[in-house]
């Protein structure tokens, strides 16, 4: 019966500390420095932006300075 009241109160101070580590929508905080290069030039450089706005392979996203860091291929075009 320790065991179980043990293994109970672990995963209470788990879950707990997960939900206090959950984020949210991010805020409009701060700003973006913008580049875009190729390897052989720079078509866009060094431009402040509060939102990038990109085609991922899922759909359209949003990005703002204080984004969750994400991976997801971009559609061609």
Known sequence: ???????SS???RVSSAF???KRGYAEVAGKLN???VLPHQ?????????QVNISAATGDMG????????????RPG
């Open 10 to 12: 672990t995963s209470q």
């Open 63 to 74: 990005i703002l300075a204080n984004h969750v860091p994400s991976i997801e291929p971009l």
């Open 42 to 50: 720079a078509i866009f450089t060094s431009a402040d932006v509060v």
């Open 1 to 7: 019966m320790s065991a179980l009241r043990l293994l």
């Open 34 to 36: 913008l580049s875009l």
């Open 19 to 21: 939900l206090q580590q």
